[in-house]
């Protein structure tokens, strides 16, 4: 029995990183799949790659209602449905307080608060219509508060407060809208904020794994597993949680 078998399911972000693993596991379970990204070749890239029966790329911009709205009507018409969506396109502009520009600030805002909320209410034109449907969001242990991440520390945390208020709304219609909150995840995102700082990769990765409680980094598929569950049928009674998965590592 396969989880996500006559499921569709959009991921946004997902060319490459804790996207791209969410988007195989999908795959792997039976689902076909939307991969959306910036980039329509890298997203096409990545849905050939993933092995599922019907898989589609879309270059979209997920802060931009017009591209959001064409994206979503091409996963329906393309793929014949739309039962799950993953909020999980992300940038970081990290710095300190004094530092940061608007337009830094606007840019983590725009892509992960304004990104969600369009993805969202186009997604839940379908969902809501058949009273069937699973949203799950990126946030970040960065929500607690992380030094240099005032606009990323913000947006995530907004995403806690938009994933709480969606399962309130859209509950009623058979919707559940939940959260994951990674820790360290080795992907491009971690690489570029090691060398930003000057340090090494594998040494910043190292150092993170010393300070959380199980000893390691998180991959990618540590999340995708806890997606995954979230968009289950299993997890139909969990809604508005914001689930961290850190390896027991608070900031
Ligand atoms: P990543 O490797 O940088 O991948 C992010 C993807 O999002 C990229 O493919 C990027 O496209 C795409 N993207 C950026 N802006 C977009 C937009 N406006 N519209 C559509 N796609 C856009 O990041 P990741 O590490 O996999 O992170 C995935 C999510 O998890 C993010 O929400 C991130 O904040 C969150 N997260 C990550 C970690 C971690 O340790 N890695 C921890 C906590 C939370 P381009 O390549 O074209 O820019």
């Avoid at 078998?5 to 076909?32: C, H, L, M, P, Q």
């Avoid at 840019?107 to 992960?112: A, F, P």
């Amino acid at each position: 029995m396969q989880r996500f078998n006559d499921r569709v399911a959009i991921v946004t972000g997902a060319a490459r990183g804790i996207g791209a693993a969410t988007a195989k596991r999908f795959a792997s379970e039976g689902a076909n799949v939307a991969v959306i990204d910036l980039d329509e070749s890298a997203a096409a890239a990545t849905a050939e790659s993933l092995g599922a029966a019907k898989a589609i790329g879309i270059g979209a911009d997920v802060s931009d209602e017009d591209s959001v709205a064409a994206a979503v009507e091409r996963v329906v018409a393309e793929l014949g449905g739309a039962h799950i969506l993953v909020n999980n396109a992300g940038v970081t502009r990290d710095n300190l307080l004094f530092k940061m520009s608007a337009a830094d600030w606007d840019t983590v805002m725009s892509v992960h608060l304004r990104g969600a909320f369009l993805m969202s209410r186009a997604a839940q034109q379908v969902f809501v219509a058949q009273k069937y449907g699973k949203i799950v969001n990126l946030s970040s242990v960065s929500a607690l508060g992380n030094r240099g991440q005032a606009n990323y520390s913000t947006a995530k945390m907004g995403v806690q407060g938009l994933t709480r208020t969606l399962a309130i709304e859209l509950g009623p219609f058979g919707i559940n809208v939940n959260a994951v909150a990674p820790g360290f995840i080795v992907t491009d995102m971690t690489d570029e904020t090691a060398r930003r700082v000057g340090v090494d990769p594998e040494t910043f990765r190292e150092a993170a794994a010393a300070e959380t409680p199980v000893r390691r980094v998180g991959q990618p598929d540590d999340i995708a597993t806890a997606v995954t569950f979230l968009a289950s049928d299993e997890a139909s009674f969990v809604a508005g949680q914001t689930l961290y998965v850190d390896g027991g590592r608070k900031l």
